[in-house]
C-alpha cells in the first residue's frame, strides 16, 4: 500500500462515521406513532346545468372531480316538445377549451334517474346535450351533475 492510499484510510473512516451518525440522528426524530393522514373527502356536489341549444348544436360544460369516485349525469328536464330525445355525454374537455371528447354518451330524454354514471379520477372531465338531428328550433335542457 502507498504512503498515500494509508493516510486517506482515516480519513474514508471519518466520513463513514459521519454518515452513519447523520443517518441515526435522522431517523431519531420520526415518531412511530405518527401516521399519514388523507384530505376529509366531504359529501359530493351536485351542480345544475340548464341551457338551449340549437337543431345541429351542443351545449357543453366543464366540471372539476375533487377526488377519486363516481360521477352521475342526470337530464332532468329536455324540451318542449314532451318526450324529446337528445344525445347526453361526458368526456374530456378539449385542449383547445373549444369542446368535448365524450367517452361515453346515451340517447336519453328526460328522467328523474341518472343516465350515465362513470368512475373518475381526481381531474377535470366535461359533459356535453347534443342535438340527435331530431330538433327543429331551439331546445332548453337542464342536467344535473354529481361528482366527488
Same mark, same amino acid.
Do not use: K, N, W
Given at each position: 500500500?502507498s504512503p498515500?492510499?494509508h493516510r486517506s ?6 466520513v ?8 441515526v440522528?435522522?431517523s431519531a426524530g420520526?415518531d ?5 393522514? &388523507?384530505?376529509t373527502t366531504?359529501s359530493p356536489?351536485t351542480?345544475?346545468f340548464?341551457g338551449q341549444?340549437?337543431?345541429?348544436g !351542443? ?7 375533487? !377526488?377519486p369516485g %363516481?360521477? &352521475?349525469i342526470?337530464l332532468?328536464q329536455v324540451?318542449?316538445?314532451a318526450?324529446l ?6 368526456g374530456?374537455?378539449?385542449? !383547445?377549451g %373549444?369542446?368535448?371528447y365524450l367517452?361515453?354518451s346515451v340517447?336519453?330524454?328526460? &328522467? !328523474?334517474?341518472?343516465?350515465l ?9 366535461c359533459v356535453?346535450v ?5 330538433l327543429? &328550433?331551439p331546445?332548453a335542457?337542464t342536467?344535473t351533475?354529481?361528482?366527488?
Open positions: 500500500m498515500r492510499a484510510a482515516p480519513v474514508l473512516i471519518l463513514a462515521a459521519i454518515a452513519m451518525a447523520a443517518l440522528l435522522a420520526c412511530d406513532a405518527a401516521t399519514a393522514t &388523507s384530505p366531504t356536489v351542480e345544475t340548464s341549444f340549437v337543431p345541429g !351542443s351545449a357543453a360544460r366543464a366540471f372539476t372531480a375533487a !377526488s %363516481s360521477a &352521475s342526470t332532468t324540451g318542449p316538445p318526450g330525445e337528445v344525445g347526453l355525454g361526458v374530456i374537455p378539449q385542449a !383547445s %373549444s369542446g368535448c367517452t361515453q340517447q336519453t330524454g328526460a &328522467s !328523474s334517474s341518472p343516465q354514471t362513470v368512475p373518475v379520477d381526481a381531474g377535470v372531465y356535453r347534443y342535438d340527435l338531428g331530431t327543429t &328550433s331546445t335542457f342536467l351533475i354529481v361528482r366527488p
